[in-house]
Every structure is written in structure tokens, then in C-alpha cells.
T-cell receptor, first 113, second 115 residues
Framework: RKEVEQDPGPFNVPEGATVAFNCTYS??????FFWYRQDCRKEPKLLMS???SGNEDGRFTAQLNRASQYISLLIRDSKLSDSATYLC??????????????FGTGTQLKVEL | DTAVSQTPKYLVTQMGNDKSIKCEQN?????MYWYKQDSKKFLKIMFS???????INETVPNRFSPKSPDKAHLNLHINSLELGDSAVYFC??????????????FGQGTRLTVV
């Protein structure tokens, strides 16, 4: 089983739609969670951290369910500029220092007119 | 001022050659990483250093050798390059242990093509 699993998509949605991405992780020692965004031929960049109580940043809402080891990202009112690959990232602290950031395979989103 | 910079951005080389990619971060972070992103776009961790010490060494051919002269630099040397090494290599850095929700910052990537 992969450490972090995502549906690769692509998700093709019309502008203005609401779209949800899901992610599961296998290591229960995982301590922090993120969604990253990667545009074509660019480096990944942090979209938002995911907190236990759930958190919102504008049109984006992230949820975490530790019991089910499940993370989600909801995008409301999709814009053309939201087209990108969304990467679920799980951070496992290592004994002796450092962190291991493990990425999912990413979910591709295409927002169309 | 670029936070994580890696050079070169593009590298085209012949099979069998040896090449290096350099990475520097000016964020004062303790942890640095090398990731490989293949043609299927999967970002796979290769190595990680924390304060110049190797802490993650995933299943990577020993033709790949990382080197961290100080905590702001993490270079990657690749010997006897093979066609399958063609990929985008990303350097990243983050704060070390004890920092919750530590974000990783990525360099722009090095697109390696082996011909």
C-alpha cells in the first residue's frame, strides 16, 4: 500500500463548480498534513496546511480525519487559474531530527469555460 | 532573493557521464531534501539531510551520492548516468524537528535529460 494515496484524476470541471479531492495515508505516526499545488513544469508550492479542526482559506477548505487517516480538499467556485495538480503531503517526524515529507501522486484539476 | 536555488535548471548529457546538481537555501532551515519527479509526475523522496547528517536514504542506486558541506547546501552527484535517470530533480528545505506543520520550500527543479 502506498504511504499517501490520491485519485490521479483528471477532474475536468466547469468554471464555478465545487470540486473535492480525497487523500488517505497509511502511517498513523504522521503528524502534520498539507496540500501543495503544482503547476505544469513548476515546483510544488504550499497551498495550505491541514489542521485537525479543519480550516478554510478563501474558497479552499481542508479537512482531516485522523481516525480514518483521511484528508480532503474542497474548492468552491472554481476558477480557470485553479487548474493545476494538487498534492496531498504527509509529514512524519524522524527520531534524531528532521522530517520526512511524503507526497501523494497528485490529483490533476482542469477547470474549463 | 530566491529562497531555494538549484543549478543548473536544465541538463542534457550522454549516457555514462557523471554530473552534479547543486542546491542552496537561504532560509536558515535545518533539513534539506532531494526529490525525483519522473514522467508520471510522481514526486519521490531520494535523500534528506538534517544539519549536514543523512537521515533519509530511500532505495536509490548508489550511483547517486548526496553531499552536504553545510546545512545551507545539499548537492547531488550522479555517476554513470542512465536513460532512466531522466527526470526533474527538486531540492527542498524545511525547518527541523520540533517545528509543527513545517512547510517545505522547493527549488525550481533541474530537468535532466540523458541521451
Amino acid at each position: 500500500r502506498k504511504e499517501v494515496e490520491q485519485d490521479p484524476g483528471p477532474f475536468n470541471v466547469p468554471e464555478g463548480a465545487t470540486v473535492a479531492f480525497n487523500c488517505t495515508y497509511s502511517n498513523s505516526a504522521s503528524q502534520s498534513f498539507f496540500w501543495y499545488r503544482q503547476d505544469c513544469r513548476k515546483e510544488p508550492k504550499l497551498l495550505m496546511s491541514v489542521y485537525s479542526s479543519g480550516n478554510e482559506d478563501g474558497r479552499f477548505t481542508a479537512q482531516l480525519n485522523r481516525a480514518s487517516q483521511y484528508i480532503s480538499l474542497l474548492i468552491r467556485d472554481s476558477k480557470l487559474s485553479d487548474s493545476a495538480t494538487y498534492l496531498c503531503v504527509v509529514n512524519i517526524p524522524l527520531t534524531g531530527g528532521g522530517n520526512k515529507l511524503t507526497f501523494g501522486t497528485g490529483t490533476q484539476l482542469k477547470v474549463e469555460l | 532573493d530566491t529562497a531555494v536555488s538549484q543549478t543548473p535548471k536544465y541538463l542534457v548529457t550522454q549516457m555514462g557521464n557523471d554530473k552534479s546538481i547543486k542546491c542552496e537555501q537561504n532560509l536558515g532551515h535545518d533539513t534539506m531534501y532531494w526529490y525525483k519527479q519522473d514522467s508520471k509526475k510522481f514526486l519521490k523522496i531520494m535523500f534528506s539531510y538534517n544539519n549536514k547528517e543523512l537521515i533519509i536514504n530511500e532505495t536509490v542506486p548508489n550511483r547517486f551520492s548526496p553531499k552536504s558541506p553545510d546545512k545551507a547546501h545539499l548537492n547531488l552527484h550522479i555517476n554513470s548516468l542512465e536513460l532512466g535517470d531522466s527526470a526533474v530533480y527538486f531540492c527542498a528545505s524545511s525547518q527541523g524537528r520540533g517545528v509543527p506543520n513545517t512547510e517545505a520550500f522547493f527549488g525550481q527543479g533541474t530537468r535532466l535529460t540523458v541521451v
